[in-house]
């Protein structure tokens, strides 16, 4: 137990500065919101700062949706990925799959979706 | 490993039976598909978080230091038993690790000097053969030794060293229809284990042991946010169970407890905490305590300690 101890003071005083894996910390639109304007963007924020070309996100929407560009950072905040979403964006539900990786290359990954319903 | 397994020392030189389940299970568990397994208990979109009582099936990197507990054994009249625990797990490869633990005791007993001293020494190899991400599923095997002879035996460290081959689970409920979105967030992770002594006075025993997790972090970021804090939503309640049944060298009753808690994750540590009720009387007397400080160390250090080693 000393030595375990013993060993973790050593590794907190030379290891190297901490980051951790990503997780979904909020989203815009909010996970499972239902909405009445379509929106122009999803927005991303994540507890951890990321990699931004190694993240993919992916929206799918109803038929007639015009599709996501690819994510952007944020300017300034490397936690934060910005889709803009093509018009036009119908009614119906919209599925974000997200895949991510932060800067120390843990890889985390997830989805959720929201409504668009006028 | 469980603050409970050192109850259950065991005995007998016969553990072929033990041994040959030990070598099968990786064989089984290798048989099905799998998804590149990540640290902590993170499969798909699943974050398991490390478990108090039950030992959980992430292979890892980590620390859990401390461990302190507190609770009335079920002795007539009944001790106040304490105990201090660590245990340091290391990742070999990503699917193979190793683990050593170590618990400091103190038994304070009415009429009886009060005695302290370290349980045994436990060291625990597992192997991750399952992490199917869609199905958020874990399978893990492995063999966990108590090392006779490296404990005080006043404190109750058995001379015995038991060797217990283990099955590890974990699944959560994200694949769930999504007309029972509500039902998501739900996971259950679980051990089964069999305690064989190398002596034959000593019992063997049946050791399981479950989780019932709701994370509100999965309902947060997968299902709904409802606006909540962010410190609410980095918190998983749970019911632990664990329990250990005799089955053969010595008869006697099923033992355990049921250990309803809170576990509070952030990016590079998780406090917990579970109140210790006992499923009987041949389990303690009133209710105990358990707290635990869990450190991720492939997240504090993903570039040194906290790698697999090949």
């Known amino acids: 137990m000393r030595a375990l101890i013993i060993g973790l003071a050593v590794a907190l005083a030379f290891g190297q500065a901490a980051a951790a894996h990503a997780f979904l910390d909020r989203a815009e639109p909010k996970v499972g919101s239902r909405i009445a304007a379509p929106p122009t963007q999803v927005r991303l924020r994540f507890t951890q700062s990321l990699e931004p070309t190694l993240c993919v996100v992916k929206v799918d929407g109803p038929a007639g949706f015009g599709g996501a560009m690819a994510a952007q950072p944020l300017g300034g905040d490397s936690r934060v990925l910005v889709i803009g979403l093509r018009k036009p964006v119908p009614a119906g539900r919209y599925v974000v799959r997200w895949r991510v990786v932060s800067v120390d290359s843990h890889t985390t990954a997830g989805d959720f979706s929201f409504e668009v319903r006028p | 490993m469980s603050i409970f397994d050192r109850a259950a020392p065991g005995a007998r030189p016969a553990v072929a039976g033990g041994i040959a389940l030990a070598a099968t299970l990786p064989a089984l568990v290798m048989t099905f598909g ?80 009060r005695a302290s001293g370290f349980q ?53 409920a994200g694949d769930l229809p999504e007309s029972l979105g509500w039902a998501k967030p739900f996971a259950v992770t679980g051990v089964i284990g069999y305690s064989v002594p190398l002596s034959a006075d000593e019992p063997r025993t049946l050791n399981t042991g479950f989780a019932f997790e709701y994370s509100m972090r999965y ?37 355990g407890t049921v250990n309803p808690g809170v576990i509070w994750s952030g990016q590079h540590m998780q406090i917990g905490a579970e109140a210790i009720i006992p499923i009987n009387a041949a389990s303690g007397h009133n209710v105990g305590v358990v707290v635990q400080v869990h450190w991720f160390l492939d997240d504090l250090f993903p570039r040194s300690i906290g790698r697999p080693i090949w």
């Open chain 2, 34 to 113: 799998s998804s590149p397994v990540a640290a902590h208990g993170i499969v798909g979109d699943r974050f398991f978080p490390a478990t108090i009582t039950t030992d959980d099936p992430a292979v890892a990197d980590e620390l859990s230091l401390p461990t302190v507990d507190t609770f009335q054994t079920a002795d007539d009249p009944p001790a106040r038993q304490v105990d201090i625990s660590g245990e340091y797990s290391k990742r070999l490869t990503s699917r193979l690790g190793i683990s050593i633990d170590g618990a400091w005791t103190e038994v304070d007993a009415p009429g009886a000097p």
């Open chain 2, 120 to 172: 045994n020494l436990g060291t625990t190899l597992k192997y991750q053969g399952i992490a199917n991400a869609p199905h958020e599923l874990m399978v893990t095997v492995g063999l966990g030794v108590d090392w006779g002879r490296t404990g005080d035996e006043r404190v109750g460290a058995s001379p015995t060293t038991a060797l217990t081959p283990t099955l590890y689970f974990g699944k959560g």
């Open chain 2, 219 to 255: 309902l947060s970021s997968h299902v709904r946010d409802l606006g909540l804090p962010r410190v609410v939503n980095q918190l998983t309640p749970l019911v632990e169970v664990s329990l250990s049944t005799p089955t053969a060298n010595g008869a006697g009753p099923t033992t």
